[in-house]
């Protein structure tokens, strides 16, 4: 009797058995996977070589909570620049395609909405030199709509703003905050009266004021002019970002970059520094951009910041009367965001991320990561 049960029990274990291996593959099909909605690794996918490069993926990486295994990546929207900046519609293996250490994975997109909420810290870096005296006052209340707008959204933003001299000082700014306290930093009063003109974005607030003031003194010492270059990396490097979110720089100049013959503070150097981790979005208002006279080192082109790092271009009148920043590229750029969620070979380990876009034969591009760590 007892070894008729033993042969009676035999089919039960190799069931559980075999359900115990199956939990075990790495995306498995079981109810109680939590990463079943994830589709497998595909076998038949070949990730196209891009030809162009003029698209640059811009994404940050974390763990789920709970699951370390299902990885998250917060991608900025890509806009098409050779089609008047209409948004890329991203599809899973047809059109944008992730490779972990050389794996093609199969993975979801999801659009950014009120149901999948996804951060943005977004820093608006302004001349504020005596030539954009004109253009300042509607740079600012564009700023102010702008924010509102953002925040509306299914986007969790902050908002900071870095203010740069014809010196080629940092004059002032206000670490990431919400967009109500960069309204009122961009609305502030003096004596009783309200500021105006490049004042606005005079002067240190916020209540890292003081160790921020304290870093700009000094800051790029080398550089005698305008240099926005040198205000983006202020504000990369002395932020207070937060981990997982979208890095966008909004930069607003009628002058050239003038790195006073210093590499440190070139675009090349920002190029580097930046790639594949924020984009910077230019508006110009200054001279034709088919007339612009550049000299490496000396006088640059200020847009080449948003070229290089997948950034967009508006060039507005001198003085920028109507300007509207919810007209602008970058608000689609914003506004495409998406998830992207993949399982992981290994979450503890560091990987190689390939993030690449097809999405023409005019437009493709793709952004390597090295040493990713999602924890």
Same mark, same amino acid.
């Given at each position: 009797?007892?070894?008729?049960? &033993?042969?009676?029990?035999?089919?039960?274990?190799?069931?559980?058995?075999?359900?115990? @291996?199956?939990?075990?593959?790495?995306?498995?099909?079981? =109810?109680?996977? =939590?990463?079943?909605?994830?589709?497998?690794? =595909?076998?038949?996918?070949?990730?196209?070589?891009?030809?162009? +490069?003029?698209?640059?993926?811009?994404?940050?990486?974390?763990?789920?909570?709970?699951?370390?295994?299902?990885?998250?990546?917060?991608?900025?929207?890509?806009?098409?620049?050779? *089609? *008047?900046?209409?948004?890329?519609?991203?599809?899973?293996? &047809? +059109? %944008?395609?992730?490779? !972990?250490?050389?794996?093609? &994975?199969?993975?979801?997109?999801?659009?950014?909405?009120?149901? *999948?909420?996804?951060?943005?810290?977004?820093?608006?870096?302004?001349?504020?030199?005596? $030539?954009?005296?004109?253009?300042?006052?509607?740079?600012?209340?564009?700023?102010?709509?702008?924010?509102?707008?953002?925040?509306?959204?299914?986007?969790?933003?902050?908002?900071?703003?870095?203010?740069?001299?014809?010196?080629?000082? #940092? $004059?002032?700014?206000?670490?990431?905050?919400?967009?109500?306290?960069?309204?009122?930093? /961009?609305?502030?009063?003096?004596?009783?009266?309200?500021?105006?003109?490049?004042?606005?974005?005079?002067?240190?607030?916020?209540?890292? $004021?003081?160790?921020?003031?304290?870093?700009?003194?000094?800051?790029?010492?080398?550089?005698?002019? !305008?240099?926005?270059?040198?205000?983006?990396?202020?504000?990369?490097?002395?932020?207070?970002?937060?981990?997982?979110? &979208?890095?966008?720089? %909004?930069?607003?100049?009628?002058?050239?970059?003038?790195?006073?013959?210093?590499? !440190?503070?070139?675009?090349?150097?920002?190029?580097?520094? /930046?790639?594949?981790?924020?984009?910077?979005?230019?508006?110009?208002?200054?001279?034709?951009?088919?007339?612009?006279?550049?000299?490496?080192?000396?006088?640059?082109?200020?847009?080449? @910041?948003?070229?290089?790092?997948?950034?967009? #271009?508006?060039?507005? =009148?001198?003085?920028?009367?109507?300007? *509207?920043?919810?007209?602008?590229?970058?608000?689609?750029?914003?506004?495409?965001?998406?998830? /992207? !969620?993949?399982?992981?070979?290994?979450?503890?380990?560091?990987?190689?991320?390939?993030?690449?876009?097809?999405?023409?034969?005019?437009?493709?591009?793709?952004?390597?990561?090295?040493?990713?760590?999602?924890?």
């Amino acid at each position: 009797m007892n070894g008729a049960k &033993q042969l009676l029990l035999k089919p039960a274990v190799i069931l559980a058995c075999a359900i115990a @291996m199956t939990s075990c593959d790495k995306k498995g099909t079981e =109810p109680t996977d =939590p990463n079943s909605d994830i589709p497998g690794d =595909p076998t038949n996918v070949t990730v196209p070589a891009p030809a162009v +490069n003029n698209l640059k993926p811009t994404a940050t990486f974390e763990t789920t909570a709970g699951n370390d295994s299902r990885i998250r990546i917060n991608l900025l929207g890509l806009l098409d620049p050779t *089609n *008047n900046y209409q948004k890329i519609d991203f599809k899973a293996n &047809q +059109n %944008i395609f992730l490779t !972990e250490d050389g794996a093609v &994975q199969g993975f979801l997109v999801k659009p950014v909405s009120s149901n *999948n909420v996804l951060s943005a810290d977004v820093v608006f870096t302004v001349d504020n030199s005596g $030539s954009m005296s004109e253009e300042a006052d509607s740079v600012a209340n564009s700023i102010a709509a702008f924010t509102s707008l953002l925040a509306a959204s299914g986007l969790n933003v902050v908002f900071g703003c870095v203010g740069y001299d014809d010196f080629g000082r #940092i $004059s002032g700014g206000i670490d990431l905050t919400t967009a109500t306290s960069l309204r009122a930093y /961009l609305n502030r009063t003096s004596f009783g009266f309200p500021l105006r003109g490049i004042s606005r974005t005079k002067g240190f607030a916020g209540t890292d $004021s003081l160790r921020l003031a304290s870093e700009a003194s000094g800051y790029a010492s080398s550089v005698s002019g !305008e240099n926005g270059v040198v205000a983006t990396l202020f504000a990369d490097q002395k932020l207070s970002w937060r981990a997982g979110a &979208q890095r966008v720089f %909004i930069n607003f100049t009628d002058e050239p970059t003038q790195p006073n013959s210093t590499v !440190e503070w070139s675009t090349e150097t920002l190029c580097q520094a /930046l790639a594949g981790k924020a984009t910077v979005h230019t508006v110009w208002s200054g001279s034709d951009t088919a007339s612009f006279f550049e000299t490496r080192l000396v006088r640059e082109k200020p847009w080449r @910041m948003s070229t290089c790092s997948g950034g967009t #271009i508006k060039v507005v =009148p001198p003085s920028a009367a109507g300007l *509207n920043l919810a007209d602008l590229p970058v608000t689609g750029a914003l506004a495409n965001s998406s998830l /992207l !969620e993949f399982v992981s070979a290994n979450p503890n380990a560091s990987h190689t991320i390939v993030i690449t876009v097809k999405a023409s034969d005019r437009a493709d591009g793709k952004t390597v990561y090295e040493n990713v760590k999602y924890k």
